[in-house]
C-alpha cells in the first residue's frame, strides 16, 4: 500500500512511476488519505505488513489491523536518528558508517521494539547509488532474523532513550554552499543531499560556478581526480561534477547513476 505523500520527498518521480515500475504479478493498492489505511488494509487479512520509507505516520487504528503487527525498516541504528531524513543526517555528519533498524511500529516515530539491526562502513562511497547499495545490502541481511523473531512471536528489544536523536529534513538554507565554511564540511554538504529526504521540493547543494547556477554532485578534498579547484574557509576542494539547476530531474538522475554529471 502507498499514498502520493508529501511533494518531493523523495525527489520528482509521481507515484505513478512507481505503480508503473512495479512487477507485472505485483498490486498496488494507493490510499487517498491515511485515516483509509485500516478499512483498506482490513480487506486484505494481512498476518504481517512490512514498510520502509513511508512518508506519512501510520495511524494507531492501520497498525492494529495485521494480526502480528507492522515492520518498519529504518536505515539508522535506533535510536539515532529517528525521523524522515536518517541517511542525510548521517552523511552530514561524516558518520563511517550506514546502520540499520527493523523494529516493530508504535504510535510514536521509529520508537517501537527492535528486531534486528546492523551497519555497513560508508568508506568508499563515492555516489548515491553507492550508498543505496549499501543499504540494501545491510536491510536483506537483516529482514530474515527479522521475521524469525515475528515468527516466534518474540516482542523485540525496546529502546533506550540515551543516545536518542532526531533526523530532520535539512534546513532551507543548508540547500546553499557557503564557500567560507571548511572543505570537510562543504564536502560532507555534497554528500548528504545524494539520497536527503526533502520537503516541498528543496534540494540541494546548489551554487554559482562561471557564472551558471548548477547542483554540486560530486567533490573530493584532494586533486587525485582532478575537477575545478575551488577555496573554502580552510583550503582547497576539488568539484568533479555538477548538473544545471534549472532541471531537478536532471540532478535526481546524476545523483544517483554511477556516471552521472558533467
Not at 11 to 27: F, N, T, V, Y
Not at 34 to 54: H, K, M, N, Q, T
Not at 138 to 163: C, H, I, K, N, W
Request: charged share 25%.
Amino acid at each position: 500500500m502507498t499514498t502520493e505523500g508529501p511533494r518531493g520527498r523523495y525527489g520528482d518521480e509521481p507515484l505513478s512511476a512507481l505503480i508503473d515500475a512495479r512487477p507485472a504479478h505485483l498490486d498496488v493498492l494507493v490510499a487517498s488519505e491515511p485515516r483509509r489505511f485500516a478499512e483498506l488494509l482490513a480487506v486484505l487479512e494481512p498476518d504481517l505488513a512490512i514498510s520502509g520509507g513511508f512518508p506519512l505516520r501510520i495511524p494507531e487504528d492501520a497498525l492494529a489491523v495485521p494480526r502480528h503487527g507492522v515492520v518498519n525498516g529504518h536505515p539508522a541504528r535506533l535510536p539515532r536518528y529517528r525521523g524522515p531524513n536518517p541517511i542525510g543526517w548521517a552523511l552530514r555528519n561524516g558518520d563511517t558508517e550506514l546502520g540499520f533498524s527493523f523494529h516493530r511500529m508504535d504510535a510514536d516515530l521509529d520508537t517501537g521494539r527492535v528486531l534486528a539491526q546492523g551497519a555497513a562502513p560508508l568508506a568508499g562511497a563515492e555516489r548515491g547509488s553507492k550508498v543505496l547499495e549499501t543499504l540494501f545490502g545491510v536491510a536483506t541481511s537483516l529482514l530474515p532474523r527479522a521475521l524469525e523473531r515475528v515468527e516466534a512471536g518474540e516482542a523485540g528489544d525496546p529502546q533506550s532513550e540515551d543516545g536518542a536523536s532526531y533526523a530532520g529534513f535539512f534546513e532551507p538554507e543548508y540547500a546553499e554552499i557557503d564557500w567560507t565554511r571548511s572543505a570537510e564540511e562543504v564536502h560532507r554538504q555534497v554528500r548528504a543531499w545524494w539520497v536527503a529526504a526533502t520537503r516541498d521540493g528543496v534540494r540541494g547543494p546548489l551554487a554559482t560556478l562561471g557564472g551558471e547556477r548548477v547542483f554540486v554532485l560530486r567533490t573530493r578534498l584532494d586533486a587525485a581526480e582532478g575537477g575545478t579547484r575551488l577555496e573554502c574557509g580552510d583550503g582547497p576542494i576539488w568539484v568533479l561534477e555538477t548538473a544545471p539547476a534549472r532541471s531537478r530531474s536532471a540532478h535526481e538522475q546524476a545523483r544517483l547513476e554511477p556516471d552521472g554529471g558533467s
